[in-house]
């Protein structure tokens, strides 16, 4: 079964730093890959997602992530957080489980942004 | 476009009770999932509906847990009886089809005590 990791369960930084943030998944064959974003309060929302062709794919929110098929990585980028980026992040990979495609997330990484 | 909506928002109930959840998805989509997002945890896939059928339930606890979806549009989850470790949200997702993207709804918060 595939499973996907995120190594960072807390990040905490200010205003304007740049942030990555990991993930890591299992499966070795054809995947759909997102990243969705939970803001205090709210309900999950996707960020953004690739399917295929660029491997950098750029989201809402000047958001962006790299999909490194060789790493199984799908890392999510911001060359500058807000306050307002506070929320949790969670990666998720929809990969075929017996007869139907099914997604899996990681943990989710918990980003604080000091203002 | 409305989004999935789900009811309640939140229940408390004592162990060995049972709860039910209800949720709409967006209107069209065929295909359904609850999952369940112990804290501290991603969301984990209970079940998939498409239409009014079960597509994979593997991960759902069928000695208390049971979902429908009768009509092939909203859909109902149960637990019965309840234990503590099932405190948790209870999220509702909708989507086209199985690789599309899934939307979802605001969960339903389920405190066991």
């Known amino acids: 079964a595939q499973s996907v990791s995120q190594h960072n369960h807390h990040v905490i930084l200010s205003e304007a730093a740049s942030l990555e943030l990991g993930c890591n998944y299992s499966?070795?064959?054809?995947?759909?890959l997102f990243w969705y974003v939970q803001y205090p309060g709210q309900h999950l929302q996707l960020l953004l997602k690739?399917?295929?062709?660029?491997?950098l794919v750029k989201g809402i929110k000047g958001f962006e992530a790299e999909f490194i098929k060789s790493k199984f990585s799908f890392n999510l980028r911001k060359p500058s957080v807000q306050w307002s980026d506070t929320a949790e992040y969670f990666c998720?990979?929809?990969?075929?489980?017996?007869?139907?495609?099914?997604?899996?997330f990681g943990s989710g990484t918990q980003l604080t942004v000091l203002p | 476009e409305a989004g999935v909506a789900q009811s309640p928002r939140y229940k408390i109930i004592e162990k060995r009770q049972s709860v039910a959840f209800w949720c709409n998805p967006i209107?069209?989509?065929?295909?359904l999932y609850w999952y369940q997002q112990i804290l501290g945890q991603g969301p984990k896939l209970l079940i998939q509906?498409?239409?009014?059928?079960?597509?994979?339930d593997s991960q759902l606890p069928k000695d208390r847990f049971s979902a429908e979806r009768l009509k092939g549009v909203d859909s109902t989850l149960k637990i019965q009886p309840a234990k503590l470790e099932d405190s948790a949200v209870y999220l509702c997702?909708?989507?086209?089809?199985?690789?599309?993207?899934?939307?979802f709804g605001p969960g339903t918060r389920l405190l066991v005590l």
């Open positions: 997702a909708s989507t086209w089809g199985g690789m599309q993207t899934q939307y």
């Open positions: 499966y070795g064959g054809t995947v759909n």
């Open positions: 690739y399917f295929s062709g660029d491997p």
């Open positions: 998720a990979v929809n990969a075929p489980r017996g007869s139907a495609r099914q997604l899996t």
């Open positions: 209107s069209g989509h065929a295909t």
């Open positions: 509906f498409q239409n009014n059928g079960v597509v994979d």
